[in-house]
Structure formats: structure tokens, C-alpha cells
């Protein structure tokens, strides 16, 4: 597929995208032309390892096989790193374990080689969630920039291809990418699972359990029958908005997102990314390097999809995170602004009851890019690993008669109204992210699945310092009026930022009980978020000299996502006199590997940085 992919004229550029896009690059001005001048300097334009000692070359061809090491001991083909996060605990990443010997077929079918530079670790947030383990995750993805680096350190790389699917891994190996940004980068995803319980019914089950209607054995069938088989689990939490996000910032190729698993379109594509990134090489004329494609445009595409598509809080954490690393500064305003003028395109779990399979059916990420484009929502000149221009991601992926890979258009009209709409009737006018600021400190709301009546919640503070505290709470039936539950001490400097979906059914019941019900916490809730309104990522956290410290029980806080507020109703004399709160943590910092962690939770920055170990290093 090239570049020259023709396309439905896009409208003018939206003023606030050009506003907020222009403010990125001047703010980023001098780290970006940094960055620029380092990748350009690390460009060859001869295989890179025929530079290397003879002795480091037979070291990195050994045990290749006769063409191939022909081809690394003579030859001027490309060669492709595989940097993968297979493991087969991994719903999502369990497909990779063929993927090795497909992108070796491909690239020497073009005259390349591919090989497994290094694999990086691919935790599953859904096996730790609630334990220990958790308090690990939100530090592997800077673990997987770290393990990136290191397997592509070999420098024998032309080219580099990356498969990885979920929450942390996909951040993670973008800004390992983007430290290696002289080199083409290819994401090659696995596809979601093929759809199983429906999300409402799974939701259902998991509120009964919390009210102690139905037994352990209803939960374990009803969440089996859900999480049933290889690929993606199929709601739209964060594993599925880094597929959207990796497509609309041109690092797939069109359509690959959503494809299921072990399919021959899935084989199909597979092979074209791999035949792809050896096509944009510095060796050839259409050269791509990563960190040249991902710029201010392609970031501020991304945002404009995460709002468009009600993607993943998780975000407002690695898309600043990732920027960073290709001396691009992103901030939480960024996110809002533009958030004001992308309308709501789609209802996905949890912001509807349809999966990633149905959107997929129902037009998609080619629907969803057409109908941004088309609104001028998006930079239609981005450069992407097709070259510049997103006219080629309005196509969706075939197989011919022949068994070829093709490109159609994809549809004009939704396939289910009530899943996807148009830019002209979505189902909210504008992306549902807001930033709340106030006497409390900075935090992110996700309203996209909240009822309006909702989105204003003032209410007494419940204090709790662990999500046990407030799942006991609940349990023992003392939750019984409106409250805003406040957890706090669940920030990345304090237990590395562990995600709280476990708060999720007991929230919702109390709320469906009728009661005035809100979350702050400086803890995380990512994609699986839903109707329950929750101010989250608050900045500076407790045991960072954050005010949320300072709350008591009884407080009268007010979570206004209207008007962008988070305030405590208290006198501000006494607010300033009153002491923080501290907690002993060290029950969180060993045990289960955390206390190897010390060192990131010592150097972690801010959530409204990205909540990163680098933010010195890319500063």
C-alpha cells in the first residue's frame, strides 16, 4: 500500500486544533530541536553494522541461518529488529509466539533479515488487579523503555518492528522507540478476542457479587466466559485505546487494530508491516524515522482520537509520558482544550455496551478517521510509515481473490448507530475529559460514561487509605449516605499508582441505590472506568505534599466537572492551618518485588508529567 492512497477531501483545520498544536511546538521548541539534531546524528545510510568490529559482527550474525547470515556478512539488505512482549499468560500477547518466523518469511522475501533483538516484560493488569502486584504495573512500562533500549543497544538495526499489545507495554515501547528514533518503527497489534459474555450482563454479575446476591462460582463463570481466548480483552480500556492510538498516529497500518487473531488477514498484515518497515529505511529513499513522524501533530492526532473514541484515562499519563521522549511537552490543558471541540463518536464498554468487535464491524477505525478528517479535527498532512497523509487510514483491509493484502474504502455510513456515529450527530459534543483544579490539587475526569446529573457531585468526604478499607466499608453496610470517598496515598511516589477498578462494583451500587456518590484519589482507574464520576491522577499526591492529605471525614468536597473544580468547603484559613495526614507505606514497598522499585518510586515524577522515572532525562 503507498502513500498515494487517494482521499475524501478533509475539511479546514479546526482553529483550536491549530492553536493547541502550535503552542505544543513552540513550548517544545528547543528539547524538540535537541532531540532532532541527536536522531539525525544517529542516522546511517549503510547498514549500521558493517561499522561494527568484525568480531561484534560474527557475534550478532552466529547463529543466523546461511542466507541470512550471507545476507548480515555481505549484503547491504536491511536487517529488522523484533522487539516482542510474547508470553502466553497473556491473552492478548499469546498470538505473538508465531509472529517471529512470519516476519522472518517476510523480510526475506524483500531481500532483509529479521530477528528477536530482546523481549521486554508484559504484565496483565487484570491478573494483578487488587493484589500486590499491581503496584508494579504503572513502573513496567518505564521497565519496557528500558528493556527496548537494550535490545535494540546492538546497533546491527536498520529497521525495528514492536509487538505489543497492552495497558503499560505499548507506552513503554514507544519510548524506547523513540531513544532509538533514527530508526523506522512498525507496531505490529494481535487483535482482540472474539466476543463473548456481553459486557452488561459481565457488569451485572460483578455488582451482584458485591452485594453478596450471587457466589464466587457465578463470578468465575461469568468472567471466564468473557476472557475466553487469545487476543485483546475486548473493552475498550487501555490495551484497545494503544491499538486506536497507534493507528491514528500512523505507527500501524491502516485497519490493523482490530483484526482478530490467527486469521489470514491477521497473517496478512502481519507480514506487510514487517515488509513495511524494511521498505523505510535510511538505506532507501523513503526514509521514515520514528522520531521525525511522531511530532506535534501526531500527538495532537492522538489526543483528538482518544476523546473522539472515549479512550483510556491512562493516557493523559503515557501520551505525556511518550511525548517527552521525542522532546515534545504535553500538559493536561492540552488534553482539555482540545477535548471542547472533538465530539463523542463512539459508545464502547464502559461507555456503552458494545465491545471492540462491534465497532470494529460497524465501520471502525477508517469510519472514525474519515469522519475527524472530514471535520477538520485532525491533521490531515501528518506523516505516517506510509509517508504523509492520513487518506490512506480511511481504507480497511481485505484479502483478494488472489490472497493478497488489498485496501477498500471503508464505509460511508455506520453499521450501528447506537456504537458509531458521524462528527455531524455524535453522541455528545464534545471528547468528555476534563481537567479539575481547586484547593485539593490538579486532577483528570472521564464524564464520557457519566450521566449529566452527575457530572456536579458535592457531598461529605469518606477517607479511606487502601481500596480494602472502602470494599470493607461497604461490606459492613456503613456506607449508607452521599459521600465523596477519598483515596488517597495511591500515587506513584507512595505505591507506584496502582489501578482501582475494584472500587468500581461497590461505587456503582451505592449509586444505583440512589445516593450522591464520587471518587478523588491519586490513584488510577484507566479505560475500565465508567458511570461513577471520578477525579483521578490528583497532582501533587498525599505523600508528595499534596493537599489531598489534609482531607478529613466529614469534609464537604465538591467534584464539579461543569465548571473544572475540586475544592474542599472548608474556611481557607483552616484549610491552610490544618496538618497533612502521613501513613506508613512500608507494608507496600516489599514483598512481590516492589522493594526492587525503590529507586523509581525515590525518582518518579508528578502525574501531570507522565508520572515518569525519565522526566530529567528528557527535560
Given at each position: 500500500m ?37 536522531i ?10 558493517q ?12 547463529a ?27 491473552s ?17 522475501g ?6 528477536v ?14 493484589e ?87 463470578l ?27 493507528e ?90 482540545l ?7 463512539t ?24 469522519e475527524?478528517?472530514g ?41 450501528d ?34 450521566a ?32 465523596v ?44 472506568s ?14 508528595d ?75
Amino acid at each position: 500500500m503507498s502513500a498515494e492512497t487517494p482521499s475524501a477531501s478533509p475539511a479546514p483545520l479546526n482553529a483550536r486544533i491549530g492553536e493547541v498544536t502550535e503552542r505544543i511546538a513552540q513550548r517544545s521548541r528547543d528539547q524538540r530541536q535537541r532531540y532532532l539534531d541527536r536522531i539525525a546524528a544517529a542516522a546511517a545510510h549503510k547498514p549500521r553494522r558493517q561499522a561494527l568490529g568484525c568480531a561484534n559482527q560474527a557475534h550478532g550474525f552466529a547463529a543466523c541461518a546461511p542466507g541470512d547470515k550471507a545476507v548480515l556478512r555481505e549484503g547491504q539488505g536491511a536487517s529488522l529488529g523484533i522487539v516482542t512482549a510474547y508470553n502466553d499468560m497473556l491473552s492478548a500477547h499469546q498470538p505473538y509466539e508465531r509472529y517471529p518466523e512470519l516476519l522472518r518469511e517476510a523480510a526475506r522475501g524483500v531481500g532483509g533479515v529479521a530477528l528477536v533483538a530482546g523481549g521486554v516484560p508484559a504484565m496483565c493488569d487484570g491478573v494483578t488487579q487488587g493484589e500486590a502486584g499491581m503496584e508494579l504495573s504503572l513502573f513496567s512500562r518505564d521497565v519496557i523503555a528500558l528493556s527496548t533500549a537494550v535490545a535494540l543497544s546492538h546497533q546491527t538495526f536498520d529497521a525495528a518492528v514492536f509487538l505489543g499489545i497492552c495497558d503499560k507495554i505499548v507506552p513503554g515501547l514507544v519510548i524506547g522507540a523513540l531513544s532509538f528514533g533514527h530508526l523506522p518503527a512498525v507496531f505490529i497489534p494481535s487483535g482482540p478476542m472474539t466476543s463473548g459474555l456481553s459486557n452488561t450482563e459481565k457488569s451485572k454479575i460483578r455488582q451482584l457479587f458485591a452485594e453478596g446476591k450471587v457466589g464466587r462460582d457465578a463470578l468465575l463463570e461469568a468472567e471466564s466466559k468473557s476472557y475466553h481466548g487469545p487476543g485483546t480483552c475486548t473493552f475498550y480500556g487501555t490495551a484497545n485505546t494503544n491499538q486506536m492510538l497507534m493507528e491514528i498516529m500512523g505507527l500501524h497500518l491502516p485497519g490493523a487494530s482490530f483484526v482478530t487473531p490467527d486469521t489470514p488477514l491477521r497473517d496478512a498484515l502481519t507480514r506487510a508491516a514487517a515488509q513495511r518497515a524494511l521498505a523505510i529505511t535510511a538505506l532507501g529513499n523513503d526514509y521514515i524515522p520514528a522520531g521525525r513522524m511522531l511530532d506535534e501533530k501526531a500527538f495532537v492526532n492522538g489526543i483528538v482520537g482518544l476523546h473522539a473514541t472515549g479512550g483510556s484515562t491512562n493516557h493523559t499519563l503515557h501520551l505525556v509520558a511518550m511525548a517527552a521522549a521525542g522532546g515534545i511537552a504535553l500538559t493536561w490543558q492540552d488534553f482539555s482544550d482540545l477535548a471542547e471541540v472533538t465530539p463523542l463518536l463512539t459508545r464502547v464498554y464502559p461507555n456503552g455496551t458494545a465491545d471492540v468487535n462491534h465497532f470494529h464491524a460497524a465501520g471502525g477505525m477508517a469510519f472514525v478517521i474519515r469522519e475527524l478528517l472530514g471535520a477538520g479535527l485532525l491533521h490531515a498532512d501528518a506523516e505516517t510509515i506510509l509517508g504523509r497523509g492520513l487518506a490512506a487510514y480511511t481504507k480497511e483491509p481485505v484479502l483478494a481473490e488472489d490472497g493478497s493484502l488489498a485496501w477498500r474504502d471503508g464505509p460511508a455510513v455506520t453499521g450501528d448507530a447506537k456504537v458509531l456515529r458521524t462528527a455531524a450527530d455524535p453522541f455528545q459534543a464534545t471528547g468528555g475529559l476534563k481537567v479539575l483544579d481547586g484547593n485539593i490539587g490538579r486532577a483528570v475526569i472521564k464524564t464520557s460514561a457519566v450521566a449529566p446529573e452527575r457530572h456536579v457531585i458535592e457531598a461529605p468526604a469518606r477517607v479511606f487509605h487502601a481500596q480494602e478499607e472502602l470494599q470493607a466499608a461497604f461490606k459492613a453496610g456503613e456506607l449508607t449516605g452521599d459521600m465523596v470517598a477519598v483515596l488517597r496515598f495511591q500515587g506513584p511516589k507512595a505505591n507506584g499508582m496502582p489501578e482501582l477498578h475494584k472500587l468500581m462494583p461497590p461505587l456503582g451500587v451505592l449509586q444505583d441505590r440512589g445516593l450522591k456518590v464520587a471518587l478523588v484519589t491519586d490513584g488510577r482507574l484507566s479505560g475500565a472506568s465508567g458511570k461513577v464520576p471520578s477525579a483521578i491522577h490528583v497532582t501533587p499526591e498525599a505523600v508528595d505534599g499534596g493537599a489531598i492529605a489534609k482531607v478529613r471525614d466529614g469534609d464537604l468536597i465538591r467534584v464539579d466537572a461543569v465548571a473544572g473544580t475540586l475544592e474542599v468547603l472548608v474556611p481557607a484559613a483552616e484549610w491552610a492551618a490544618r496538618p497533612a495526614v502521613t501513613v506508613d507505606l512500608s507494608a507496600s514497598h516489599s514483598g512481590v518485588g516492589r522493594e526492587l522499585f525503590a529507586p523509581f518510586r525515590n525518582a518518579v515524577g508528578q502525574a501531570e508529567k507522565g508520572a515518569s522515572i525519565f522526566q530529567e532525562v528528557f527535560a
